[in-house]
Structures are given as structure tokens and as C-alpha cells.
């Protein structure tokens, strides 16, 4: 049972990144974000580190995001917090957080998917969208394809076998000596492209009967370019092979798609 103001708290940790929002009828009232940047030292997310950032930062956010909207406990109707699928200590951080919260100001909880969250948020733009739809999933760790027929009822059309696009992407600009996460530093370099070729890198369509994903093959692909420049000697076009990159995932995801 909730209470009937429908102010509801959003807690995400399950990653590199401490979120907290307040949301009202699909409205954002308030959010913030902390980042954790200390990961691009190690080329990726270390979780203990990112366990230790969430208990840092949780309580700051979530008293800056009350604080600023003149929110008191009172007003929340309910404490939504991400629980699956995440790092779990990141993700422990959270819940017991809003269990903590919970506790304290008898505000309802509840624990929500938070690859469903990346699939219902169109909805807070899009208020007016109908069932059913497919929904594209591309975040750090995931890559997938849905079968939405409404909240609750999804149906996985394909999903990647190996690497995400967000893991090909810092992968390849591993290679390419770029920081992590490395999906900002492509898009950036690819921006900066002049010419009109692309390299043609290889992207695995697997069976066409199905919608599945995979990426590592791409990364192997421009290792060995990467490799046989250098030892030709060659000097690296970073833009060409960044807009190659780029184009290459972004047109696997939207022929899956679209298909």
C-alpha cells in the first residue's frame, strides 16, 4: 500500500554511477547523479571501489534531492531501488539504504529490474505510447532486444552473446589508447572525421532467424588492423577508425531492430 501524494524516491547503485531522483505522475521532480571517474585509472569498473563510492555518496544525494524540492519524508509514497541485475555489493548499498529509509519514515519499498527501468523510461517522454513495442536495450553491460505487450510483460527477442556495445566500445578505444569509459572519446573522434571511406569491420550477424548480438569479433578486427599498422609502420587514422567503429555497432543495433 502506498501513500496517495504519488511522490516516489528512485535509488540506482547498481554499477559505477550513485542516482537518486524524485518522480510525481511521470514528472522529474529532481536528480542527481554522482560519477564515479577514479575507475578510468584501471580501465574499468573495480567493484569494492564502487561499493565504497555508493556509501559515500547515497545519502548526500538523496538529502540534496529532498532538500532542494522542499520534499519531507511525509510526501514520498514510496522508496523504488534498484535491485537486479547490478555488482552486488553495489547493489547492497542501495537496498539497504532504502530499507534503512524505510524503517526510519515507514515510507513503502519496493525493488525494481533495473533493465525493465531502461525499458519503461521512454515512457516518461513519451506518456502517450502504446502497447506493444520493441525496445532496444543498450547500456554498459547490456544489449538486448524486447517484446513489450505492457508493464511487466516482457518477451526477450535476442540478446548479445559475448560483449555489450558499451564493452565493444571501451574495448576498442582500449586499443585506440583512449580512457574509460571510452564511448564519449569515439563518438568525439569520429566527429572529427573528414573523409568519406570506412574501414569495413566485421560484425557478426549471427542466424538470421533470430536477434541476437555479437561484438567480440569486431574487437579482434581492430586489434589486428590496430597491430598491422604499427608494424608497417603506418601512421593510426584514429577519426576513420572511430567513425568505422561506431557506424559498424550502431548499424548492427538499428538492422536487429528494425528487422
Given at each position: 500500500m502506498t501513500r496517495d501524494n504519488g511522490i516516489v524516491l528512485g535509488i540506482e547503485t547498481s554499477c559505477d554511477e550513485t542516482s537518486v531522483a524524485l518522480v510525481r505522475d511521470n514528472d522529474i521532480i529532481a536528480n542527481a547523479v554522482f560519477t564515479q571517474e577514479q575507475h578510468s585509472l584501471f580501465g574499468g569498473v573495480v567493484p569494492e571501489i564502487a561499493s565504497?563510492?555508493?556509501i559515500k555518496k547515497i545519502a548526500p544525494l538523496c538529502r540534496g534531492v529532498l532538500d532542494r524540492t522542499a520534499t519531507a519524508p511525509r510526501d514520498l509514497s514510496l522508496i523504488a531501488v534498484t535491485d537486479s541485475p547490478g555488482l552486488a555489493g553495489a547493489l547492497l548499498v542501495g537496498i539497504s539504504y532504502a530499507l534503512g529509509v524505510h524503517c526510519s519514515w515507514g515510507v513503502p519499498v519496493i525493488?525494481?529490474?533495473?533493465l525493465e527501468g531502461h525499458i519503461v523510461s521512454v515512457t516518461l517522454e513519451n506518456p502517450a505510447l502504446q502497447f506493444p513495442f520493441v525496445a532496444l536495450v543498450v547500456s554498459g553491460g547490456h544489449t538486448a532486444l524486447y517484446h513489450v505487450a505492457g508493464y511487466g510483460d516482457y518477451r526477450c527477442?535476442?540478446?548479445t552473446i559475448d560483449d555489450a556495445a558499451g564493452e565493444a566500445f571501451d574495448k576498442v578505444g582500449k586499443l585506440l589508447g583512449f580512457g574509460y569509459p571510452a564511448g564519449r572519446a569515439i563518438e568525439q573522434e569520429a566527429a572529427a572525421c573528414v573523409?568519406?571511406?570506412?574501414i569495413g569491420f566485421p560484425v557478426a550477424r549471427l542466424d538470421t532467424r533470430n536477434s541476437d548480438f555479437s561484438f567480440s569479433g569486431l574487437k579482434t578486427a581492430v586489434m589486428n588492423l590496430v597491430r598491422q599498422q604499427q608494424a608497417d609502420g603506418a601512421?593510426?587514422?584514429k577519426p576513420l577508425l572511430a567513425k568505422s567503429v561506431q557506424e559498424a555497432i550502431v548499424?548492427?543495433?538499428?538492422?536487429?531492430a528494425l528487422r
Amino acid at each position: 500500500m502506498t501513500r496517495d501524494n504519488g511522490i516516489v524516491l528512485g535509488i540506482e547503485t547498481s554499477c559505477d554511477e550513485t542516482s537518486v531522483a524524485l518522480v510525481r505522475d511521470n514528472d522529474i521532480i529532481a536528480n542527481a547523479v554522482f560519477t564515479q571517474e577514479q575507475h578510468s585509472l584501471f580501465g574499468g569498473v573495480v567493484p569494492e571501489i564502487a561499493s565504497r563510492e555508493h556509501i559515500k555518496k547515497i545519502a548526500p544525494l538523496c538529502r540534496g534531492v529532498l532538500d532542494r524540492t522542499a520534499t519531507a519524508p511525509r510526501d514520498l509514497s514510496l522508496i523504488a531501488v534498484t535491485d537486479s541485475p547490478g555488482l552486488a555489493g553495489a547493489l547492497l548499498v542501495g537496498i539497504s539504504y532504502a530499507l534503512g529509509v524505510h524503517c526510519s519514515w515507514g515510507v513503502p519499498v519496493i525493488g525494481v529490474n533495473h533493465l525493465e527501468g531502461h525499458i519503461v523510461s521512454v515512457t516518461l517522454e513519451n506518456p502517450a505510447l502504446q502497447f506493444p513495442f520493441v525496445a532496444l536495450v543498450v547500456s554498459g553491460g547490456h544489449t538486448a532486444l524486447y517484446h513489450v505487450a505492457g508493464y511487466g510483460d516482457y518477451r526477450c527477442l535476442g540478446r548479445t552473446i559475448d560483449d555489450a556495445a558499451g564493452e565493444a566500445f571501451d574495448k576498442v578505444g582500449k586499443l585506440l589508447g583512449f580512457g574509460y569509459p571510452a564511448g564519449r572519446a569515439i563518438e568525439q573522434e569520429a566527429a572529427a572525421c573528414v573523409s568519406a571511406d570506412r574501414i569495413g569491420f566485421p560484425v557478426a550477424r549471427l542466424d538470421t532467424r533470430n536477434s541476437d548480438f555479437s561484438f567480440s569479433g569486431l574487437k579482434t578486427a581492430v586489434m589486428n588492423l590496430v597491430r598491422q599498422q604499427q608494424a608497417d609502420g603506418a601512421e593510426l587514422d584514429k577519426p576513420l577508425l572511430a567513425k568505422s567503429v561506431q557506424e559498424a555497432i550502431v548499424d548492427t543495433l538499428a538492422t536487429k531492430a528494425l528487422r
